[in-house]
């Protein structure tokens, strides 16, 4: 308490000096916690668009032969039909679901006067959980019955709504035409972000049961397949399955890469996820150097006031004050210096954060780089770099003065 008194009465000695200070360390700390908040919140909105295609799956598409094998040569397209699905789900147990898909583009949709193209995909029911295909409220996905009986039920992305329906109309119950053929509209993709993609949008294509669209357009082969590992340690295990499997049923050298064409995305999603955390660190250091800059700052100041009070060490010295008092004293001076900026720096920084998300930024860019996040994480992170500034400024000046001579100090005008 003696050492908060004498830090306040020595503030009011040198008010423009100390405020300077302070405000140097308040704006080195909105710096790192608007550099810091900026990069999670990026961090955050890339995480969420990667997802928004679907967790943990992997997209495998058929190709062609590289290699001669078994009598056969190089250059034969692999055709993958259903019968080889369920082939698959009965022999690899690494994966854990499986769902063909089928796709047709051009394929024209028609409710009344309103008719837009778009892609047209044919899947099974598990596709909606591993392609994050929720419906909105009031609508359902393609269910176990659709895909038996071959029903004319249709799933529509929130943009095909849109443009048939007007935005945010309900379509759910009502009959639109496929190619003029009548489906029952059941339900519409909920709005998310989606990053990525291998053929287009979600939101701009629609989907039908896989039965469906093998007798609407008479096609035996599908076009790709979707699958999720049991679990994500046998992702690999389960692609080498997949093509050990494959290469024996349909004659091909297993160790020919060419014949499917696999995408992880997993892996995608984990590497640039580390691309992305790298960002927020660099932001972070930027921020963090003039933190630093402004504890150099504090230093200096200490330096000075060390200078300025050497009789007054000397006095307390004289007195019996052990070098560990002095020590103590001018590091909490400097922590109390640095606290109070850095307290202003965080309400500066919430403030600027806060400010921004307020700005009429369009909703596309919004998307792509997400607004600013201050965690808890990021709130310990800045109190400890914080806490170490304090200590560092204050630790030398400190030194130096517990190193003072007393009878020296007491001539020291």
Known sequence: MHVILEYFHELSKEKLRMFLTVMGVCWGMANIVVMLSVGEGLYRSFDKGMRGMGEGIVVVGPGQTSKAYAGFGMGRSIRVTEDDIQYLKERVPEIGAISPEYSEWGVNL????????????????????????FPEPG???????????????????????????????????KTILVN????????????????????????????????????????????NAILTPRTRQEAKAAQDGFRRVMAARLKFDPEDKDTFWMWDTM???????????????????????????????????????????????????????????????????????VGVGGSLGVALGLGLIEGFKALPIESAVMEFLGKPVFSGLLALVCTTILGFIGLFSGAFPARRASTVDPVEALRYE
């Open 110 to 133: 028609k409710y009344r006067k309103q008719a837009v193209p778009v892609q047209l995909a044919g899947v099974y029911p598990c596709y909606e959980l591993m392609r994050n295909h």
């Open 139 to 173: 609508g359902r996905f393609l269910n176990d019955l659709d895909e038996l009986n071959k029903r004319r039920v249709i799933f529509l992305g929130d943009i095909v709504r849109d443009k048939l329906f007007g935005e945010n109309g309900n379509p759910v119950g």
């Open 180 to 223: 003029e053929i009548p489906f029952l509209v059941i339900g519409v993709l909920q709005k998310r972000i989606q990053m990525s993609s291998y053929t287009t949008q979600d939101k701009d294509h629609v989907v039908i049961p896989a039965s469906t669209f093998r007798v609407m357009f008479n096609r035996l082969y599908l076009d």
């Open 267 to 337: 892996e995608m999603n984990d590497t640039s996820g580390k691309v992305f955390r790298g960002i927020q660190i660099f932001l972070g250091i930027i921020g963090g150097l003039t933190l630093v800059i402004a504890g150099i700052g504090v230093a200096n100041i200490m330096y000075v006031t060390v200078k300025e009070r050497t009789r007054e060490i000397g006095i307390k010295m004289a007195v019996g004050a052990r070098p560990a008092y002095i020590i103590t004293q001018f590091v909490m001076e400097a922590l109390l210096t």
